[in-house]
């Protein structure tokens, strides 16, 4: 079974930190490019960073660059992003996508193949 399971989520206070992780399951991402969107009630789906296949090239959103830093361990065939100064419209859902490209985009959500279930995001005090 193919699949993406994130994990990390949880609740902080502002100013804090968390780090998601982006596991694959049942094929490889070495030849994918790896993007985190996130999604808070009653607002549209927004791209957050993404990572190319082989890690060399990243993208995040204004919203949080600075901030986030996205990263991949082939080897473990993981994808993580950290979150740090976090605020409290930082909450969200987070979900992470495979995109079968060697670069990533975060314009083009539909262009993802396989999609994780999501992890809770809350920053709250």
């Known amino acids: 079974q193919l699949q993406l399971v994130e994990s990390g989520g949880g609740l902080v206070q502002p100013g804090g930190s968390l780090r998601l992780s982006c596991a694959a399951s049942g094929f490889t991402l070495d030849y994918y490019a790896i993007g985190w969107f996130r999604q808070a009630p009653g607002k549209e789906r927004e791209g957050v960073s993404c990572?190319?296949?082989?890690?060399?090239?990243?993208k995040y959103a204004d919203s949080v660059k600075g901030r986030f830093t996205i990263s991949r361990d082939n080897a473990k065939n993981t994808v993580y992003l950290q979150m740090n100064s976090l605020k409290p419209e930082d909450t969200a859902t987070y979900y992470c996508?495979?995109?079968?490209?060697?670069?990533?985009?975060?314009?083009?959500?539909?262009?993802?193949?396989?999609w994780g279930q999501g992890t809770q995001v809350s920053v709250s005090s």
């Open positions: 996508a495979a995109l079968p490209y060697s670069n990533c985009d975060l314009g083009r959500p539909y262009e993802y193949d396989y």
């Open positions: 990572i190319s296949s082989s890690g060399g090239s990243t």
